[in-house]
């Protein structure tokens, strides 16, 4: 019985290892280390993200409890500079809140915010598509005249529009929290059309060929095929899409924030921050714009790298 058992559980532990091994093997792994851009992108956006999941414990305070902020430490300058104090190594804004403590728990925002919307974007239109493709007809015709007319507005004004509707629907109901989720939606809703527009192409192709069929055959339902048969093969293209689409949604999110539509000063995202900091630039408190300004640049032209470079990868036509 227990040499019967010792082939299994040597198989299971092999598995992860040679999984590993068939990814650095990958064209794709490849690709990735014969671009030395790429790998610095990669490494900055990591660490974008690292800052912002240990944000409590990098800060030397939080800047959204009232209760650590003092006016009296309200906009000193950066720590190098001759007016600057220890511990605000980039200064701190107008309400006493240290620039990089802002920064840090603004970048956790922007990056939930833009992660959450892009998730709500990409599982709204990839079933749409699916649907669209695989059944189409009067279906079809019904979502893609409705992704047709959305295409003739901008994103920000959909996004806009949505985040306009719910703070007059919830009036004074709308907290942090709410605000965060309000977002989220519009994002979603400003950014499903090209997932779908994608997939139902990819499912077109897809549904025509002999293991649909197959599938088909045996009696399989439609959402079994469509989920574990023809999603599967359209990954590629979404997983470009959704890289790109979640430098656009930060983007959204900061411009949004930066109209005043977005997330409140209490409870600041970087475009809350930029546009806090924006009040004080002509007065020569720099600083409290500049940083939050370099943060976010930073994040979006290290995600669009990756994505440029993801596109390229998964491009057969170019391997």
């Known amino acids: 019985m227990s040499d019967a058992v010792a082939p299994h559980r040597s198989q299971d532990h092999q598995a992860?290892?040679?999984?590993?091994?068939?990814?650095?093997?990958?064209?794709?792994?490849?690709?990735?280390?014969?671009?030395?851009?790429?790998?610095?992108?990669?490494?900055?956006?990591?660490?974008?993200?690292?800052?912002?999941?240990?944000?409590?414990?990098?800060?030397?305070?939080?800047?959204?409890?009232?209760?650590?902020?003092?006016?009296?430490?309200?906009r000193i300058a950066p720590l190098w500079t001759a007016d600057g104090q220890s511990p605000f190594l980039l200064g701190t804004d107008e309400q006493g809140r240290d620039v990089l403590s802002a920064i840090l728990f603004g970048l956790r925002i922007?990056?939930?915010?833009?992660?959450?919307?892009?998730?709500?974007?990409?599982?709204?239109?990839?079933?749409?598509?699916?649907?669209?493709?695989?059944?189409?007809?009067?279906?079809?015709?019904?979502?893609?005249?409705?992704a047709d007319v959305q295409l003739t507005f901008p994103a920000i004004l959909i996004a806009l529009l949505v985040n306009g509707v719910a703070k007059s629907l919830l009036g004074n109901r709308l907290d942090e929290m709410s605000t965060l989720g309000v977002l989220i939606i519009a994002i979603g809703l400003s950014f499903w059309v090209q997932y779908a527009r994608t997939v139902r192409g990819s499912v077109m192709v897809e549904k025509n060929k002999d293991y649909v069929a197959a599938a088909q055959l045996i009696g399989l339902p439609a959402p079994k095929i469509l989920l574990r048969h023809v999603l599967p093969n359209t990954m590629g293209p979404i997983l470009v899409i959704a890289t790109i689409n979640l430098a656009l949604a930060i983007i959204t999110e900061a411009t949004l924030s930066f109209l005043g539509a977005g997330m409140p000063d209490t409870m600041p995202s970087l475009g809350t921050l930029i546009r806090i900091g924006n009040n004080y630039l002509f007065a020569g408190e720099w600083w409290i714009v500049a940083f939050p300004g370099i943060a976010l640049a930073g994040l979006i032209l290290s995600i669009n790298l990756l994505g440029d470079w993801l596109r390229d990868a998964l491009n057969p036509k170019l391997r």
């Open 110 to 146: 922007s990056l939930a915010v833009g992660l959450a919307g892009v998730v709500f974007a990409g599982a709204l239109g990839i079933a749409l598509g699916l649907v669209a493709g695989y059944f189409g007809g009067a279906v079809d015709s019904v979502i893609m005249r409705i």
């Open 16 to 74: 992860p290892a040679g999984w590993f091994k068939r990814a650095l093997d990958s064209d794709i792994f490849y690709s990735f280390r014969r671009s030395r851009l790429t790998m610095v992108a990669a490494a900055i956006t990591l660490l974008f993200f690292l800052l912002a999941i240990f944000a409590s414990w990098l800060a030397v305070q939080n800047p959204f409890d009232p209760a650590q902020l003092q006016l009296i430490n309200s």
